[in-house]
């Protein structure tokens, strides 16, 4: 049995995600909402079940239609690919997980894709949970690079899996007076708000990383049980802020943000490390960070590889094409129309 499930029937959808022993926020119907929102597709829950097996995926459905590249080009609601919602996902299997009871999960959902005009999907796999594993019957699966996850078995071990770089930034930063505080309400989400805008500005960030009030309205709402803002305060002014997301004992970095003037103090630093602490005061197990850029050993990743230089999550993608047929049409119209290939980019029709 393969079940599909929209935002219409929110309760149904959260009742058997929050059956799965593993479920992480980003398979709930709260988080997915607001991407919704933001126009990254319609979010879909499949579930799927046999004798033996459980499983669970959480998707995007996108129009290609809407895709720039094919305006005119084909017909509105005819063709969609599909993508895990920002973050990471992938399917949760539970019960029997070999290759032939994975098989047939493959035949169901591959059925279902082709009868819903579904060309591909493009799958970022959960770096925490590891549920790229034994996913081959399913996906072509690549390794890209690894994320970062702080433990938060103990304060000792959070804070000895720190750089003794970083860690002396966060002595001085808090010997010198820097506070973190942690709320949430809608006077401190704007805040937030506006400090990401300016650091996204800063950044030089892509016109997908900025959101609209809608968005976090959204989140404010939605998330009210499952999020928290972390912010830093020094003088009585609030320097950088993180919002986290939580669940199921583990907690996420979402989004940060920096006052310009204030980079040289570290806050974000000091803000991961206290809301470490607060996770392991709390019963998490784990704060994941994420990684780099496209999973790459960037500078970002670095940066984020001194909180916990033990960690060694990583982090895969799954590719499938479903229809054949139809990623070769709209390649060529790609080529027709000018456009050039990107072999490292999936689904290459949208490169």
Request: net charge negative.
């Amino acid at each position: 049995m393969l079940r599909v499930t929209g935002l219409e029937d929110q309760d149904r959808w959260a009742d058997i995600v929050k059956g799965f022993s593993r479920h992480d926020i980003y398979y709930l119907p709260q988080y997915v909402k607001a991407f919704r929102i933001h126009g990254d597709g319609e979010p879909l829950l499949i579930y799927y079940e046999s004798a033996d097996t459980r499983a669970i995926n959480v998707v995007m459905k996108r129009d290609i239609s809407s895709c720039a590249h094919f305006k005119d080009a084909i017909a509105p609601g005819t063709l969609f690919d599909l993508s895990t919602p920002y973050g990471y996902g992938g399917f949760l299997v539970e019960g029997d997980a070999g290759g032939d009871a994975l098989g047939k999960l493959d035949a169901q959902y591959g059925a279902w894709c082709r009868e819903n005009g579904i060309v591909s999907e493009f799958v970022r796999f959960h770096p925490v949970l590891g549920n790229y594993l034994g996913m081959e019957p399913v996906y072509e699966v690549v390794l890209l690079g690894n994320t970062v996850a702080m433990d938060l078995a103990s304060p000792e071990s959070i804070y000895y899996n720190i750089n003794k770089n970083k860690r002396n930034r966060i002595n001085k930063a808090l010997r010198e007076g820097m506070e973190v505080c942690w709320g949430w309400d809608p006077s401190l989400l704007e805040i937030f708000r506006e400090m990401y805008v300016e650091t996204m500005d800063r950044n030089e960030a892509q016109e997908y990383y900025y959101f609209e009030k809608s968005f976090f309205d959204s989140i404010l709402v939605d998330l009210k049980d499952s999020a928290l803002i972390f912010y830093a305060r020094k003088d009585g002014r609030v320097i950088g802020t993180e919002l986290v997301l939580m669940c199921n004992g583990q907690m996420h970095a979402l989004f940060g943000a920096t006052k310009s003037e204030s980079l040289q103090l570290s806050p974000s630093t000091v803000i991961s490390y206290k809301a470490a602490l607060w996770g392991c005061e709390n019963g998490f197990k784990t704060y994941h960070l994420g990684g780099g850029v496209g999973g790459r050993k960037d500078s970002l990743y670095k940066y984020k590889l001194g909180l916990n230089v033990r960690s060694e999550n990583v982090f895969a993608v799954g590719r499938k094409v479903f229809d054949e047929e139809a990623c070769g049409r709209l390649l060529e119209i790609r080529l027709r129309n000018g456009g050039t290939l990107d072999p490292g980019f999936f689904p290459q029709y949208r490169a």
